[in-house]
T-cell receptor
C-alpha cells in the first residue's frame, strides 16, 4: 500500500501570492503522482501529474515538484486566485492510487 | 462528451436497507474505480474493475460490500444491510486503460449516502 500525508490541513494565502502545498508518501515503489482539486460538493478534478522519471513538471500556473530521495511531492500555484480555493489532494501509487487527507486552501481577497 | 456519470447524487437509506450506487464511465473507458470519502478526509480506495472482472478489491470491506462492472451497463457498488458508519461520499473514477504506468483518473460527482 501507500501512506500519503499532507503536511498542513489548511493553508491561507493572499490573492496574487504563490501557494505551496506539500505531500509526503511512504512507498518507494510508487511511480506515479497526481494532484487533484476538489471543490465543495464536487468530485476531484485533475490538476497535474508527474511520473517518477521526472523531478518537475509545469502546467498553467501550476508546478509539481517530486523529490524521490525524501519521498516528497509539492504543488506550487502561481498568482493564486479566489477560484483556487478548494481542497487539494495528492495521490501516489504504482498499480493503484492512494490519496492523502487533503489541504484546504483558502485565498484571501 | 459526457464525463463520468454517477447516480443517484444523494441516497438516503435506513439501517438494514440496501444501497445501490451506479457509475457510468467516460466513453471509451474500460476501467472503473470506486473510492469512499468521509468528511474532512481523503479518498480511500475500495475496488478497481474492468469489464466483467474485479482486478483489485483490497479496499473493500469483507462483508456487505460488493461491486460489479457488467459487459453492458454501469458499474454498481452495492452495500447490503447498511449501517450508519456507511454514510459517506462514494466516488467513481474511470480511465481508458491500465499499462505499466498509471493513467490519470477522471472522477464523477459522487453519490452522498446518508444512513438514518
Amino acid at each position: 500500500g501507500e501512506n500519503v500525508g499532507l503536511h498542513l490541513p489548511t493553508l491561507s494565502v493572499q490573492e496574487g501570492d504563490n501557494s505551496i502545498i506539500n505531500c509526503a508518501y511512504s512507498n518507494s515503489a510508487s511511480d506515479y503522482f497526481i494532484w487533484y482539486k476538489q471543490e465543495s460538493g464536487k468530485g476531484p478534478q485533475f490538476i497535474i501529474d508527474i511520473r517518477s522519471n521526472m523531478d518537475k513538471r509545469q502546467g498553467q500556473r501550476v508546478t509539481v515538484l517530486l523529490n524521490k530521495t525524501v519521498k516528497h511531492l509539492s504543488l506550487q500555484i502561481a498568482a493564486t486566485q479566489p477560484g483556487d480555493s478548494a481542497v487539494y489532494f495528492c495521490a501516489a501509487g504504482a498499480n493503484n492510487l492512494f490519496f492523502g487527507t487533503g489541504t484546504r486552501l483558502t485565498v484571501i481577497p | 462528451n459526457a464525463g463520468v456519470m454517477q447516480n443517484p447524487r444523494h441516497l438516503v437509506r435506513r439501517r438494514g436497507q440496501e444501497a445501490r450506487l451506479r457509475c457510468s464511465p467516460m466513453k471509451g473507458h474500460s476501467h472503473v474505480y470506486w473510492y469512499r470519502q468521509l468528511p474532512e478526509e481523503g479518498l480511500k480506495f475500495m475496488v478497481y474493475l474492468q469489464k466483467e472482472n474485479i482486478i483489485d478489491e483490497s479496499g473493500m470491506p469483507k462483508e456487505r460490500f460488493s461491486a460489479e462492472f457488467p459487459k453492458e451497463g454501469p458499474s454498481i457498488l452495492r452495500i447490503q444491510q447498511v449501517v450508519r458508519g456507511d454514510s459517506a461520499a462514494y466516488f467513481c473514477a474511470s480511465s481508458p486503460r491500465w499499462e505499466a504506468t498509471n493513467e490519470k483518473l477522471f472522477f464523477g460527482s459522487g453519490t452522498q449516502l446518508s444512513v438514518l
